[in-house]
């Protein structure tokens, strides 16, 4: 890997330190927003394709088993944006030996972690499948799809390795074009796998874990034509100390925080189905809207990570602060649009998915209720990305969880039985956990402007 220099540095990476905030905030979001609407459609052209050529247990088996491996997905990047935190700290302070240390402790980590991940899934996929309630008709190609894309996991992680190393240098493009090539290959290979050879849910995991392996490849000869500000060679593969304890120290509590986010919101799953047949369906489809519309904050949070990483690292806490407070008045802005879109148009949105009336009128019920959350999200995840970029990752686990099992499921159980009870009051328990998280923060701005006196 060539280390930079000053031309082509402005060029590939941005440098979060000078120039105009707004404008380093939004070139970086936009890529990473791109790269999660890929994403996003990445995880549905399985099932669509499946559902085009197979019957209803390859659906079955292709929908289960997908959403399994995102969530192992989605913790490994949470996992990882401590990598994306400690190298952007690195680059701040003028430190490319470091920074290439942190990269050789990563490799060795997240490669440790492949090996384990790839083993219990290998072993345990029939109980896992069990556990998950999967009909007897679709088990065994559940079972299937889960063994051949967690034979692959080590590409997996490898793909979410590199793209959180780019992220922390600064570079958020070469993460989107890599995610699009997966995307492209993905699809590709689903229409020759299942559409032309019928391999069926063989077929759908396997492209999968091979449009990865092509990213994967893609992206390590790309960026053996990169100057980085990095200074890296293969030995620096070791395991650093000082370099692993730092990763750990901020990814392991966000990693923890999202897993536990997301059992919760598995438990509000099942308390919408015991409301009956129509409000599980028009929750299902309110959820694939509310996951493209999650996408907007998650960007804002993963560009303010890397802004502060960088500015904390370079000894400029206000710039850092400048960026935080940026990062709130544009999300927030555009999450007026999409709370006018959610709360007045929730009918034409989830038309989108469904022609069922009843289903529609539920699905637009929720979204009535949840759509103040366009808006407080943007706050919520500005003031996470804001702790994540510090290296302040516990009081982010802390609001997580607590929100999770003590705010959020409560709330909703609450909501699902009272009488005459819809959707638009279990939507309102997203937004008043929101609000206790708002606060949380709030608290802990407050501790640490007394420390640091930046905020005044």
């Known amino acids: 890997m060539k280390k930079n220099n000053g031309n082509q540095r402005k060029k590939s990476e941005l440098s979060f330190t000078e120039g105009s905030v707004f404008q380093a905030l939004i070139r970086f979001a936009l890529p990473v927003l ?97 556990l998950l309630q999967v009909p007897a008709e679709s088990f065994d190609k559940t079972v299937q799809y889960i063994r051949i894309c967690s034979g692959g996991i080590l590409i997996i992680i490898a793909y979410n390795v590199i793209s959180s190393i780019m992220r922390g240098i600064g570079n958020a493009n070469l993460p989107f074009l890599f995610v699009g090539i997966a995307c492209a290959a993905n699809i590709a290979g689903d229409l020759a796998f299942v559409g032309i050879f019928h391999m069926d849910v063989a077929g759908a995991a396997l492209a999968t874990v091979l449009a990865q392996l092509i990213s994967v490849l893609v992206s390590l000869m790309v960026l053996q034509k990169q100057s980085l500000p990095i200074s890296f060679s293969l030995a620096q593969c070791r395991l650093h100390p000082v370099k692993l304890r730092r990763i750990l120290q901020v990814g392991v509590p966000i990693a923890l925080q999202e897993t536990m986010v997301q059992l919760s919101f598995l438990v509000i799953n099942s308390i919408v189905n015991n409301m009956g047949l129509m409000p599980s369906a028009g929750y299902g489809v309110a959820q694939k809207i509310v996951s493209f519309i999650m996408l907007i904050p998650s960007a804002i949070m993963q560009s303010v990570s890397a802004f502060v990483a960088q500015n904390e690292g370079a000894g400029k806490p206000e710039r850092a602060i400048r960026g935080f407070f940026t990062a709130i008045a544009t999300g927030c802005s555009l999450g007026v649009v999409i709370f006018l879109a959610g709360f007045f148009g929730g009918a034409e949105l989830s038309s989108l998915f469904t022609s069922d009336p009843q289903v529609i009128a539920q699905s637009a019920a929720y979204l009535k209720g949840f759509s103040a959350e366009c808006i407080l999200t943007c706050i919520l995840f500005s003031s996470i990305g804001y702790l994540n970029g510090r290296g302040k990752s516990i009081p982010v686990m802390i609001q997580g969880i607590s929100s999770a099992f003590c705010i959020r499921i409560p709330v909703s159980v609450l909501m699902s039985r009272l009488p005459n009870t819809n959707l638009t009051l279990v939507g309102l328990a997203t937004p008043i956990t929101t609000v206790y998280g708002i606060l949380f923060f709030a608290v802990c701005f407050a501790r640490m402007s007394r420390q640091r006196r930046v905020f005044s």
């Open 34 to 130: 791109g790269a999660l609407i890929l994403q996003a459609a990445y995880g549905a052209v399985d099932l669509l394709v499946v559902g085009q050529f197979g019957d209803a247990a390859s659906i079955s088996a292709v929908g289960t088993g997908s959403t399994l491996m995102s969530m192992i997905t989605f913790i490994i990047t949470s996992l990882a944006m401590g990598v994306t935190v400690v190298i952007g700290q690195y680059i701040g302070e003028g430190k490319p030996k470091d920074a290439g240390d942190t990269i050789g402790t990563a490799i060795l980590l997240f490669a440790g972690v492949g090996i384990v991940l790839t083993v219990i899934l290998e072993l345990l996929a029939g109980n896992i499948v069990g």
